[in-house]
């Protein structure tokens, strides 16, 4: 069982950064792929950056790439997403996910989330 908390959200205008942090308790196994979705009322859960475990290599949404930077760390169980140059459509609440699939850009392949945490770009 793995246990997910974000936190680092907050309110902050356009242009401005943010750090989200993603504490992980639990088993987190090498295979593991930890990552972040986001998602607005209404609307579906987008996919926004993941990272392999065991081998830190990135991916990103092409609508985050060059703004976002995702990193972990192994020895706190944490993985961290850096975000700048936000814009409004930015804002949404964002959740932490993990899981051993193998498409990292699918929700369904995700056992574990968060319960998110509200950013807010205002322009």
């Known amino acids: 069982q793995v246990q997910l908390v974000e936190s680092g959200g907050g309110l902050v205008q356009a242009g401005g950064s943010l750090r989200l942090s993603c504490a992980a308790s639990?088993?987190?196994?090498?295979?593991?792929?930890i990552a972040w979705f986001r998602q607005a009322p209404g609307k579906e859960r987008e996919f926004v950056a993941a990272?392999?475990?065991?081998?830190?290599?990135?991916y990103y949404a092409d609508s985050v790439k060059g703004r976002f930077t995702i990193s972990r760390d192994n020895a706190k169980n944490t993985v961290y997403l850096q975000m700048s140059s936000l814009k409004p459509e930015d804002t949404d609440v964002y959740y932490c996910?993990?899981?051993?699939?193998?498409?990292?850009?699918?929700?369904?392949?995700?056992?574990?989330w968060g319960r998110g945490t509200q950013v807010t770009v205002s322009s």
């Open positions: 996910a993990a899981g051993r699939g193998i498409n990292v850009l699918s929700q369904l392949e995700y056992e574990y």
């Open positions: 639990g088993r987190i196994f090498s295979t593991y792929t």
């Open positions: 990272v392999r475990w065991s081998s830190g290599w990135p």
